[in-house]
């Protein structure tokens, strides 16, 4: 296939497009990126293979959702900004006001019997889920000794020693570019005439000058604190929402203390079942936070503040990179780069299967420590055998029998009501 088959549509067929992909968009990133390939690629043939595949390399480098990105790039590529901002934000609105539904029941309703049976079940579920998608990225990241390595110093780092996750995205990444390849690639010409600069400096302060005028009505409010938090999230996500996780509940429940351990998983089980990047779990995390320090309205300023930070720069990313993506694909040192983040991931998303499972098929979990190292012990006493028996089930339905995500969370929170019910 060479060339763009087809005339690029207009604004309205764009936005009825994107409309479509956002509200279908289940089944997390991959099943995401395959979806936008078969409409943009296959059936709408808007865009050539060789230029979606050379924009999926460079999302996959750049911190965020990758499929959110990817959707901006093409509808950027069809209608310049305009068709961006229609494609991107269709991807993410619908999830989110889904979400933000979902998150205001939960604080309301979420501690009554027939809601926590469902989530126990979900929660069991989530475990499985986990340990699916750190199959899935060390099936693909693990084809050398060295990336083993990686894999295994990031999850000690992370588990025993409780490194900062953007430390170990940095170290991954240095080591990745300066251990191999070459320094320069092919060098193509920019796509269309950009003006990076501008572009550059007018997307930072569509970013920070809602953070800034919240700072300057309302100093001291916990929604500041949220935003910042969120911001730094969103420089950092390299390598997909499952290897952030861990960083963001570390520091949402162990430091800030705005949820709890189960809360999260509770979160995470909620963006499982959703369309819509699996990162909208921060939606939840910030909408909490906000709720427990002001009640319900706050609560839903807090998750708009969660959400800004965490999609805004998404489009100064692309938008000031897009016009390269050529360009950047070609250079074999960052490639190199990438693969040492992806196999850095393996080792952190490993630190995020513990912490889940430990804490949804054990009540009590004690945070051990000897000098610098950190241990999380659980009280075998406390173990949960339905929770056990749930997440090994749903690990046979995901991984030997094949099912999809949403039956397997379905069928976990309906066990969970028959058991409450039985």
């Known amino acids: 296939m060479t060339g763009v088959i087809a005339p690029p549509p207009g604004l309205g067929e764009l936005l009825r497009v994107s409309l479509k992909i956002g509200l279908l968009s289940f089944g997390g990133p991959a099943g995401q990126i395959a979806m936008m390939h078969r409409v943009f690629v296959d059936e709408k043939r808007w865009l050539e293979e060789k230029d979606y595949l050379s924009a999926l390399s460079f999302c996959m480098l750049l911190p965020g959702p990758e499929a959110m990105q990817l959707a901006t790039y093409a509808g950027w590529r069809l209608r310049g900004i305009p068709g961006g901002l229609i494609a991107g934000l269709l991807f993410v609105l619908p999830g989110a006001v ?18 926590a049976a469902a989530f126990l079940g979900v929660k069991a579920a989530v475990v499985a889920i986990v340990i699916e998608a750190l199959m899935k990225v060390a099936r693909r990241a693990l084809g050398r000794r060295d990336h083993w390595l990686l894999a295994g110093l990031a999850f000690a780092a992370i588990f025993f020693l409780n490194l900062p996750f953007p430390a170990l995205v940095l170290a991954a990444a240095l080591y990745g570019f300066f251990s191999g390849g070459s320094a320069v690639g092919a060098a193509p010409a920019p796509t269309g005439r950009p003006r ?22 309302v100093p001291g409010s916990v929604l500041i604190g949220i935003g910042l938090f969120f911001a730094k999230l969103a420089v950092v996500t390299f390598g997909g929402a499952y290897a952030v996780l861990a960083y963001m509940a570390q520091q949402a429940v162990t430091v800030e203390g705005w949820l709890s351990a189960e809360q999260m998983i509770d979160g995470l089980g909620l963006a499982e079942t959703t369309p819509g990047p699996l990162i909208l779990v921060t939606e939840f995390v910030g909408f909490l936070a906000a709720y427990g320090a002001g009640g319900m309205w706050l609560g839903i300023a807090g998750a708009g503040v969660a959400l800004w930070m965490t999609f805004a720069p998404c489009f100064l990313w692309i938008f000031t990179g897009a016009p390269y993506i050529a360009r950047l694909s070609a250079q074999p040192r960052l490639k190199n780069a990438l693969a040492a983040v992806t196999a850095a991931v393996v080792g952190v998303i490993l630190n995020l299967t513990l912490w889940f499972a430990l804490h949804v098929l054990f009540t009590e979990v004690t945070r051990l420590t000897l000098g610098p190292v950190i241990l999380w012990w659980p009280d075998p006493a406390s173990a949960d055998p339905f929770a056990i028996a749930l997440a090994g089930l749903a690990a046979y339905l995901l991984l030997w029998r094949h099912w999809g995500m949403l039956p397997v969370l379905a069928l976990s929170g309906m066990l969970g009501l028959l058991a409450m019910l039985v």
Not at 98 to 115: D, E, W
Not at 196 to 217: D, H, N, Q
């Open 98 to 115: 889904l979400m933000l539904g979902l998150a205001m029941a939960y604080a309301r309703f979420g501690a009554v019997g027939p809601v």
């Open 196 to 217: 990076t600069a501008a572009t550059a400096l007018g997307w930072l302060a569509i970013w920070w000058l809602p953070l800034l005028l919240l700072w300057l009505l």
